[in-house]
C-alpha cells in the first residue's frame, strides 16, 4: 500500500508540471484585467450631497445624490457611502440611479430595495417621471421599531424629489407637483 501512495504523490507532482503553462496563461490574463483595474483606479468618485432628514414615529430617512455616468461609478458612491458607519449601519439603503447613453440615444438605469420591499422600483418610477439624467439618489432609512406602512414610501420618495430640487436636478417641488397628475385632484374639488 505504501509504494502505491508514493506512486500517487509522484503522479501528482508530474501533474503540477502540466499545469505550469495553464497557470502562465491565466496569469496572463489576469495581467490584462490588471490593467483595466489601473484604469478604474484613475476615476474618481463623484462628489456626495447629502440631504435634510425626515423622521416619523422614531424612522429617520436621509437623500444623498451623486452624478454618475457609468455603472462603475454608481459602484464607487456605494461603496464610498458604505464607508460612513452610520450610513452603512441603516436598516435599508434603498438607491436608483439613470445614466443616458447618448450613442445609443436610451438609458441605463437600475435600482435596488435593500430589503425594503417595492421601495427601489418606486424610487426609480421617480427619478423617471421628473425625467433626470446622470444621477444615482440613495435613501437610507433608519428603521425606529414602528411600523410606517404606504408613508415610508411617501417619506422615501420626497427625501428624493428634496434633494434632486436641491441640486438643481429637477424644478421646485410645487412647480413639479403642479405639472404632474396632483394637478387633476384639485380642479376637481374646485368644481364640486
Not at 21 to 45: C, G, I, S, Y
Not at 81 to 99: G, M, Q, V
Not at 128 to 147: A, E, P, T
Request: with cysteine.
Amino acid at each position: 500500500e505504501q509504494p502505491e501512495k508514493v506512486k500517487m504523490t509522484t503522479e501528482e507532482e508530474e501533474d503540477d508540471d502540466e499545469d505550469v503553462p495553464d497557470f502562465q496563461t491565466l496569469k496572463l490574463n489576469t495581467d490584462t484585467v490588471h490593467l483595466f483595474m489601473d484604469h478604474a483606479d484613475d476615476e474618481e468618485v463623484p462628489p456626495i450631497e447629502h440631504g435634510g432628514t425626515i423622521t416619523d414615529r422614531r424612522s429617520t430617512f436621509q437623500p444623498h445624490l451623486a452624478p454618475v455616468v457609468t455603472p462603475r461609478q454608481v459602484k464607487m458612491v456605494l461603496d464610498k457611502l458604505y464607508e460612513n458607519k452610520k450610513i452603512a449601519s441603516a436598516t435599508h439603503n434603498i438607491y436608483a440611479y439613470r445614466i443616458y447613453c447618448e450613442d445609443k440615444q436610451s438609458f441605463l438605469q437600475d435600482c435596488d430595495d435593500d430589503g425594503e420591499t417595492a421601495a427601489g422600483g418606486r424610487l426609480l418610477h421617480l427619478l423617471q417621471i421628473l425625467d433626470v439624467r446622470n444621477v444615482m439618489v440613495v435613501v437610507s432609512r433608519w428603521y425606529g421599531g414602528i411600523l410606517l406602512g404606504p408613508d415610508r414610501f411617501k417619506h422615501i420618495n420626497n427625501c428624493a424629489r428634496n434633494i434632486l430640487v436641491q441640486e438643481g436636478y429637477t424644478s421646485s417641488v410645487d412647480e413639479s407637483g403642479r405639472s404632474g397628475t396632483k394637478s387633476k385632484k384639485p380642479k376637481n374639488k374646485k368644481t364640486k
